[in-house]
């Protein structure tokens, strides 16, 4: 099937006892049982419930998957794979991920005895080295959040393979629809919800797909254990923002195209950062790996000042000064002081995550207002 029905049909049957084309809210705790022990399958909402179960089947589909778990955000996502480990164990993770997953490995899970090694995976002799008897996990993220690095998943699978260790892949920037890790060998997909999938900025959500049978009865144990899970509204949302995936998609990447070109052509624009680039480092195996490149770019102004990057930040009229990304409507960020706050200074600036570096989350509008917009805002 081509991704645009899949994405359409994804999980959604129409619901057995009325017929409703969209899967109902089954906004509810528990369910009655016909006598102790008997029941339909549902026993407590904590565990399952039928809005949840609809959506977790459709991120399965989405990721040509077998499982598909939801949670109630994309760290909780990441929390559940980090609870697969013992202390004493490995991880190999990126040295440029998105703050949050830096945040909840370094001030969370360290002091629990699990090692994280950070390493640049964009050069895979990089994780090949740092691979011990130890490692269990190696965690990327591809491309980066915010300077678009591009690791080769398929390469770091089999690396991982070799090794006897997970892969896990935070998705998030490519989405379902550009980039499907599990097909290239990775043994976990994570997904923040909270930005494509959900697409409309009114629901914070995680997922993950895998298709090994055994990882999904550990991360399922984990997952009503801990408790990390979305209730049935946010489900209801993310089940219809993925139905529109691939329409938001085609449009993220067209914009992020032509505003991407727009920057660099721009005499007061120093660097951009998009994958979609020919002189990209990573193109070719973006290429490789991905059927487009997204509408997340990073840019630095000529004017390198962190005063002229705020004032351009605080300019623009149709892109939102927000943190997030993924969403329908354009958004403007400035990772050092925002979304990267809580990457010490020496490390973020050491990474080229500097305290001028601008990251837009390009949206759905029309192109050409957005390009007037930082037009205006750039001066
Ligand atoms: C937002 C984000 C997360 C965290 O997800 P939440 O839904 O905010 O908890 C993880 N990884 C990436 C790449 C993200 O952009």
Not at 83 to 102: F, H, Q, R, W
Not at 298 to 308: A, G, I, M
């Amino acid at each position: 099937m081509k991704l645009a029905t899949r994405y359409i049909h994804a999980g959604t049957e129409p619901d057995p006892s009325t017929g409703a084309i969209m899967t109902p809210i089954y906004q509810t705790s528990t369910y009655v049982q016909e006598a102790p022990g008997v029941n339909k399958g549902f026993e407590y909402a904590r565990s399952q419930n039928p809005t949840r179960k609809a959506l977790e089947e459709a991120y399965a589909q989405i990721e040509n998957g077998k499982h598909g778990l939801a949670f109630s955000s994309g760290v909780a996502a990441t929390d559940a794979v980090i609870k697969l480990l013992s202390p004493g164990d490995e991880v190999i993770c990126a040295n440029d991920m998105y703050g949050g997953t830096y945040r909840l490995f370094t001030k969370v899970f360290a002091k629990y005895g699990i090692h994280f090694n950070y390493v640049d995976t964009t050069d895979t002799n990089n994780i090949r080295k740092a691979i011990s008897p130890k490692t269990k996990l190696i965690w990327i993220e591809t491309p980066t959040n915010p300077l678009m690095n591009i690791t080769d998943i398929a390469a770091v699978a089999a690396l991982a393979k070799e090794a006897g260790a997970w892969l896990c892949v935070d998705n998030t920037f490519a989405s379902p629809y550009l980039q499907n890790p599990l097909d290239l060998g990775a043994d976990i997909v994570m997904h923040s919800a909270t930005k494509y999938l959900g697409g409309h900025s009114d629901v914070i959500q995680g997922c993950l797909v895998m298709n090994d049978d055994s990882l999904r009865e550990q991360l399922y144990f984990i997952q009503k254990s801990c408790g990390a899970v979305p209730g049935p509204m946010d489900c209801f949302l993310v089940l219809r923002g993925i139905k529109t995936l691939h329409v938001r998609m085609q449009r993220h990447c067209e914009n992020g195209e032509r505003i991407a070109n727009f920057l660099r052509s721009h005499p007061k624009i120093g660097k951009v950062y998009w994958c979609g680039f020919t002189d990209h480092p990573g193109f070719s195996i973006a290429q490789k790996q991905m059927r487009g490149f997204g509408g997340m770019m990073s840019f630095t102004l000529k004017d390198d000042s962190v005063e002229n990057a705020k004032r351009v930040l605080s300019s623009t009229k149709v892109f939102a000064l927000a943190e997030s990304l993924g969403g329908v409507e354009s958004l403007i960020n400035h990772p050092a002081s925002m979304t990267h706050a809580s990457i010490p200074r020496e490390e973020r600036i050491k990474n080229g995550l500097t305290d001028s570096l601008i990251r837009l989350s390009v949206g759905i509008e029309d192109a050409d207002d957005l390009i007037e917009d930082l037009n205006q805002a750039i001066g």
